[in-house]
């Protein structure tokens, strides 16, 4: 039986693999989605696809990771070998999100016996389908939205699968850089295992396991005293969205558990806007773990409390044919409406309302200068809103998108090939007594050459909410200033043709208000 000091040494090994794999692809990707904005997830998973240790990035994108490699061990496990490496992106075969999400896992074998699996998660630029930029707000059906890979051997007990490179490269518009990021994403993967197996090799493979199920134990525990800190009961809300329509949910908070209740939802929608049953877990995974252990510190054990009931055939437990390339509006949607819903009951817990989107804006075209195409995709970020103590925070991404970053200015400016006019703060109006939201941003494109935007935001009419009487907060907002005078606005849409000298400008809302203390 080792000691506690090396059971610690391998749990802070396990931990540094994860981050290892997260540095790695960060310095060898070839989209600034992924080495800039830093649109990942990286993971250390035990033999059976539970979470052990994940590294920065999308905090949501560590909810993916098990759910994507037990649906892997679930299909293949009777031909898992050593040197296999597997991807996946379809919502329904363990992709859990959007097309453009690609994860790639393999197996940690030492002695022979699989010990760990590593697993990574990276936006594509481009990944198919009728849009450029992969996400249309037109498709009614997933196999239209691009390349599925459902669960697909890329490396076969070590010897590469050069059929599956081609049909990827092939089916996107961008394959120099979807070729990039894979091996980016393999790389790091190989970095994580070589980690393992000299923990393995130093301490055995007993203590490896000894060192997981004592950090899931840690884990869980820690996850029973933020429950047994908060108010509990039984909390029911209605939240209007954009369109009219009414989302209703409920938690139950107890000492030892948390129950969200999302069965009564609206059924799947006919567009891209669907989460898989999975995709609505990890909103909840990321709402519940802000309350109840909002440290770093994440595995398995961390999540056992947490129990979530959906509705086949609904928007959060959507079917095999349903779209999914805006399911991250709809997931964060819906940690909007759980915030807000306990934010009413725990006005002192939680702050007021945020932007609360994502804003995907996707501009895609052909660099006027070197003729290269390219895919600008780039979340945005937006006011939050106030809390008990002082007044929100200035620009900062969404509840879902962690340590993520904007892309800088030079970098858009010479891979994308046009201009960035303005990126300032965007404030609201300041009032007497009250604790203002934070700013959200404004960010004026100026283009030098023909190109096709799409995009999707929210809180688009609704306007950000607020708490103990204080003013709502703003809405976000899409413009496109045309050469000949005209302004357009949009909400949801795709394939909207840019012309040269014509002006992006996008406003992300400020946060909500509450009256001083």
């Known amino acids: 039986m080792a000691d506690r000091f090396t059971l610690d040494v391998i749990s802070q090994g396990l931990d540094a693999a994860a981050v290892e794999m997260f540095e790695v692809l960060r310095k060898t990707a070839m989209s600034p989605i992924i080495y800039e904005v830093l649109d990942v997830g990286t993971g250390v998973l035990d033999a059976h696809g539970q979470l052990v240790s994940s590294g920065a990035g999308i ?19 009777d ?70 890979l459902p669960m697909v051997r890329l490396f076969n007990a070590g010897v590469r699968n050069e059929a599956v490179v081609d049909i990827i490269t092939k089916n996107s518009r961008l394959p120099d ?6 091996w980016a994403q393999v790389s790091a993967g190989r970095r994580a295992a070589t980690t393992i197996v000299q923990l393995c090799d ?26 047994r800190a908060l108010q509990s009961g039984h909390f029911s809300f209605v939240e209007e969205q954009d369109d009219g329509t009414l989302w209703k949910a409920s938690i139950t908070i107890t000492d030892e558990r948390m129950t969200i209740d999302l069965r009564d939802a609206p059924a799947e929608a006919a567009g891209p806007y669907n989460l898989s049953r999975d995709g609505a877990f990890v909103a909840c995974q990321v709402f519940y773990k802000a309350l109840v252990d909002n440290d770093r510190f994440a595995n398995a054990g961390s999540f056992a409390p947490l129990e979530v009931l959906t509705t086949p055939g609904t928007l959060f437990h959507a079917g095999p044919t349903a779209a999914h390339a805006y399911y991250f509006e709809t997931r964060m949607k819906l940690v909007d409406m759980l915030w807000h819903g306990l934010a009413e009951a725990m006005p ?87 604790l203002s939201g934070g700013a959200g941003v404004r960010i004026s494109y100026s283009l030098r050459n023909s190109a ?66």
């Open 59 to 77: 905090p949501s994108f560590i909810g993916v990771l098990d759910k994507s490699v037990q649906a892997i061990i679930a299909k293949m496990e």
């Open 79 to 148: 031909t898992i070998v050593d040197g296999d490496v597997f991807l996946t992106n379809d919502p329904n075969y363990g992709g859990v999100t959007h097309l453009n999400d690609v994860v790639v896992a393999q197996p940690v074998f030492s002695n022979g016996s699989c010990v760990a699996w590593v697993a990574s998660i990276a936006h594509w630029g481009d990944i198919g389908g009728r849009t450029p930029g992969s996400m249309s707000t037109k498709t009614t059906e997933i196999v239209a939205e691009g390349l599925r």
């Open 177 to 182: 850089f979807v070729r990039g990021d894979l």
């Open 202 to 227: 130093g301490f055995g493979a007993d203590a490896l396991q000894v060192a997981i199920t004592t950090a899931r134990k840690t884990g869980e525990q820690r996850a029973v005293a933020g429950l």
């Open 348 to 434: 002192d817990l939680l702050p007021a309302g945020h932007f609360a989107s994502i804003f995907g804006t996707v501009i895609a075209g052909q660099h006027p200068d070197t003729g290269r195409r390219y895919a600008m995709v780039e979340p945005q970020m937006g006011g939050w809103g106030a809390t008990s103590k002082r007044a929100g925070q200035n620009a900062m991404f969404s509840t879902n998108h962690g340590d993520t970053f904007n892309c800088p200015v030079e970098i858009a400016e010479a891979r994308y090939g046009f201009d960035v006019l303005e990126k300032a703060l965007f404030f609201g109006p300041r009032i007497k007594g009250e």
């Open 452 to 517: 096709v935007l799409s995009v999707g935001y929210s809180h688009a009419n609704v306007p950000v909410w607020s708490v103990r009487n204080g003013s709502s907060g703003g809405r976000n907002c899409l413009r496109i200033s045309r050469t000949d005078g005209t302004i357009d606005t949009y909400h949801f849409a795709s394939d909207i043709a840019l012309g040269q000298g014509d002006v992006v400008e996008i406003e992300t809302a400020f946060g909500g208000s509450r009256q001083a203390p």
